[in-house]
């Protein structure tokens, strides 16, 4: 007698039992895959709010330290062969020249200077040949959607409050992310 492998009552699956698995693991993957986009979604979108929101922070953090040790605003002072005016985006400021030990030097002068370029805050440090404080040129932010700066007095020389509205703005798959951080800074001894 021949053998026949395939006898009657052996278990296996048929081809439908077989198709079926498969089309219900299909519609398992597909939608585990749509739940993943919309976490990644998710969290590209809160990862643009944390940058936008650090980023302001950061940049008001650095504008508020120079500014409470400045003497005061400039309007305008050429500085390595470029001009900086302080304005409604821009910000020039006066600062006394330290010795290593912090102390201020009479007579001399650092000079902070803060400005909106290309959707960039950028911050540069000057600091006098006799002064201890450390030349900088840094990116406070990247994500700046607008800066205004108003000053409590039209007279930059009598200038004492700084106000500053910073709007940082990011975009993520089309969806705007923004941030807006007003802060009143004090000039020293103010």
Not at 16 to 26: D, F, R
Not at 125 to 134: K, N
Request: no cysteine.
């Amino acid at each position: 007698m021949p053998f026949n492998k395939f006898q009657s009552g052996q278990a296996g699956f048929t081809l439908v039992e077989l198709l079926i698995v498969i089309a219900v693991s299909s519609v398992l993957l597909g939608a585990l895959f749509a739940l993943y986009m919309q976490h990644s979604s998710l969290y590209a979108l809160q990862q643009a709010q944390v940058r936008v929101l650090e980023s302001g922070r950061a940049a008001a953090s650095d504008m508020h330290i120079y500014t409470a040790q400045a003497s005061h605003v400039v309007s305008g002072i050429t500085l390595d062969g470029t001009a900086y005016n302080s304005g409604t985006d821009s910000l020039a400021l006066q600062l006394p020249s330290i010795d290593s030990d912090s102390n201020a030097i009479g007579g001399k002068w650092d000079y902070a200077v803060f400005y909106v370029s290309g959707g960039k805050l950028f911050e540069k440090i000057f600091p006098d040949a006799a002064s201890s404080r450390q030349g900088k040129f840094k990116i406070l932010s990247d994500v700046v959607g607008s800066l205004q700066l108003d000053y409590d007095n039209a007279d930059f020389a009598q200038v004492q409050r700084v106000r500053m509205d910073l709007q940082t703005r990011t975009a993520v798959k089309g969806q705007p992310v923004s941030n807006r951080l007003q802060q009143n800074m004090y000039l020293k001894n103010h």
